[in-house]
């Protein structure tokens, strides 16, 4: 087989490429919006919508430096929504990330923000709960500043 040419097959569909005219470039810049894949169960893969917040150098377990990128992950499932920074870099494993396209992917915006607003409320609850406890001490323990 000729050493610059590559058999690859994707979903099916088998592709001979000549690696001497074949580059694959992906720019990505600070503000930017990209998929993330975070691997499951075996191969499958969840999809998230994440912002480029950061490029930067890191030490690797070896000493080594490589470079990396902070990505603002938005993480949803059916009832919370929550925001997570992940770091990825040339030894990342279980995720990587790929360029967003909007054609192909809705962020529903309306329901994220209604999430938030439920998290907000339940937690708003929390702390009236507490306030009562804490009243309804004062009130019952009275006596124990006698002593």
Do not use: C, H, W
Not at 20 to 29: G, I, S
Request: glycine share 4%; hydrophobic share 35%; charged share 35%.
């Amino acid at each position: 087989m000729d050493e610059n040419k590559r058999t690859i097959e994707v979903n099916g569909i088998k592709m001979e490429i000549d690696l001497r005219q074949a580059t694959v470039l992906e720019n990505y810049k600070v503000g930017q919006l990209v998929k993330v894949l975070n691997k499951e169960y075996q191969n499958s893969y969840k999809v998230s919508v994440g912002l480029i917040t950061d490029f930067f150098y890191r030490k690797t377990a070896d000493g080594k430096e490589e470079g990396a990128i902070q990505i603002l992950v938005l993480k949803e499932d059916y009832s919370s929504v929550n925001l997570d920074f992940q770091v990825y870099g040339e030894k990342t494993e279980n995720f990587s990330i790929s360029p967003f396209n909007s054609y192909e992917m809705k962020i529903p915006k309306e329901n994220i923000l209604s999430k938030f607003n439920n998290e907000i409320d339940k937690k708003r609850e929390e702390i009236l709960v507490l306030e009562r406890k804490k009243a309804a001490f004062i009130e019952l323990f009275k006596g124990l500043d006698a002593e």
